[in-house]
């Protein structure tokens, strides 16, 4: 069946590095894929989606490119920011249901 | 702007006891969620409702009933609640055909 793999956290980064969570997948057919974020005692935003493959999602500084060739969406960013830190989650969609990766957590510090 | 909203917030519950979870959303959308999320696990999909009217099971169903009361409202209840059900439970509503998914802030249910 169709699942998503996301590499294990924490992701600890110094405020300003560059930020990558990788994000790799198997699924029949095109799927549409996703990255979520969950802040702290909240539930999950939609970060940023792709539809189609090469298509580059972006969203508040953070980008993913669907790369059908090497099914994958990885996450990235250019500079962290503390108020990035959350929980990720990489997603997604076919046929008629969402499926997520067990999330990666990420903490930026000063 | 509500979106999605879960109630209760929190709640602590003895082996055997029962309760219903309550979702609303006021987007208009067609089709609602009901997740659980463990640590490790990721979201794990419980039963969601495509249409008014319908329901289906998800990845995890066994343990719950879920009800689609009318096109905002889909209710998820636990009949004899036991441990294993402990989590944090999201339910999350979006309009079909692969459109984003927009989720509540979340139940978190303790059974003791």
């Known amino acids: 069946g169709d699942s998503v793999t996301q590499m294990e956290g924490p992701v600890t980064l110094s405020e300003e590095a560059f930020l990558t969570i990788n994000c790799t997948y198997t699924a029949t057919g095109y799927p549409s894929l996703f990255w979520y974020v969950q802040y702290p005692g909240e539930g999950l935003q939609l970060l940023l989606k792709a539809t189609k493959a090469d298509d580059k999602g972006s969203n508040k500084g953070f980008e993913a490119t669907y790369r059908k060739e090497t099914t994958s969406f990885h996450l990235e960013k250019g500079s962290v920011q503390v108020s990035d830190s959350a929980v990720y989650f990489c997603?997604?969609?076919?046929?008629?249901?969402?499926?997520f990766g067990t999330g990666t957590r990420l903490q930026v510090f000063p | 702007n509500a979106g999605v909203t879960q109630t209760p917030k929190f709640q602590v519950l003895k082996t055997g006891q029962s309760m219903t979870l309550q979702c609303a959303q006021d987007?208009?959308?067609?089709?609602m969620y009901w997740y659980r999320q463990d640590p490790g696990m990721g979201l794990r999909l419980i039963y969601y409702?495509?249409?008014?009217?319908?329901?289906d099971k998800g990845e995890v169903p066994n343990g719950y009933n879920v009800s689609r009361l009318n096109k905002r409202e889909f209710s998820l209840r636990l009949e004899s609640a036991a441990p294993s059900q402990t989590s944090v439970y999201f339910c999350?509503?979006?309009?079909?055909?692969?459109?984003?998914?927009?989720f509540g802030d979340g139940t978190r249910l303790s059974i003791l």
């Open positions: 997603a997604l969609y076919n046929t008629d249901k969402l499926i």
């Open positions: 987007m208009n959308h067609n089709s």
């Open positions: 409702s495509a249409s008014e009217g319908t329901t």
């Open positions: 999350a509503s979006d309009e079909g055909a692969r459109s984003p998914q927009h």
